[in-house]
């Protein structure tokens, strides 16, 4: 099963960019779908989107459409989510998670999660 660390949140300012990491170990990353979630103080967690083991399929939600880009190195077991024009709304703990599928896929469940990292967009 593979095994996730996140890496790269932090404190940034309204309009400003971040990215993330997702290492992986214990497995080949590139036979897992990565997805990424985030949850908010006091709110449920959310699905931020998804890319696929081949990085052939990208899907995100509407909140984060054209300021968040999906990728992934699978020579180097990490993926990646670069976030730019960040508002406070998307302050969150952020997760990347990763699931077996079809290398063109993303699949709706996923069942290994990294510990995650804390994004605050704040002035």
């Known amino acids: 099963q593979l095994q996730l660390v996140e890496s790269g949140g932090g404190l940034v300012q309204p309009g400003g960019s971040l990215r993330l990491s997702c290492a992986a170990s214990g497995s080949t990353m590139g036979y897992y779908a990565i997805g990424w979630f985030r949850q908010a103080s006091g709110k449920e967690r959310e699905v931020v989107g998804c890319i696929s083991g081949s990085g052939s399929v990208i899907t995100d939600v509407q909140s984060v459409a054209g300021r968040f880009t999906f990728s992934r190195d699978n020579a180097k077991n990490t993926a990646y989510l670069q976030m730019t024009s960040l508002k406070p709304e998307d302050t969150a703990v952020y997760y990347c998670?990763?699931?077996?599928?079809?290398?063109?896929?993303?699949?709706?469940?996923?069942?290994?999660w990294g510990p995650g990292t804390q994004v605050t967009v704040s002035t």
């Open positions: 998670t990763a699931a077996l599928a079809h290398p063109d896929s993303c699949p709706v469940d996923f069942n290994s």
